[in-house]
């Protein structure tokens, strides 16, 4: 059973750091590409950062760009989000989800398979 379990998410004072991290269980991890999305409240789940099977390219929404910081570590199932600069508008549950199987770089949520549960991030003023 497809399994993705984030980490790392609390509450940091605006310029601050925060890094991420999602384990992957239960499928072939390294034939997906990674995504991480975030939903602030009142408002749709929005596309953050994702890099492809074997890392060597990512791809980041304009509001994330330069700040943040998406890696994997395929030995061990893992997938990263290195948050820095952080703003109040970043403030949001995070998800780390997988795309299709194969596939290339997604925006687009409906082209990812498996969601994790999200972790809180705030980020005060």
């Known amino acids: 059973q497809a399994q993705l379990v984030e980490s790392g998410g609390g509450l940091v004072q605006a310029g601050g750091s925060l890094r991420l991290s999602c384990a992957a269980s239960?499928?072939?991890?390294?034939?997906?590409?990674m995504g991480w999305f975030r939903q602030a409240p009142g408002k749709k789940r929005e596309f953050v950062a994702a890099v492809t099977r074997n890392g060597g390219s990512t791809d980041y929404a304009d509001s994330t760009k330069d700040r943040f910081a998406i890696s994997r570590d395929n030995s061990e199932n893992m997938v990263y989000l290195q948050m820095n600069s952080l703003k109040s508008d970043d403030t949001a549950v995070y998800f780390c989800a997988a795309g299709q199987p194969w596939a290339g770089l997604l925006r687009n949520e409906m082209g990812y398979h498996f969601w994790g549960q999200g972790t809180q991030v705030t980020v005060s003023a």
């Open positions: 239960g499928f072939s991890f390294i034939t997906y590409p």
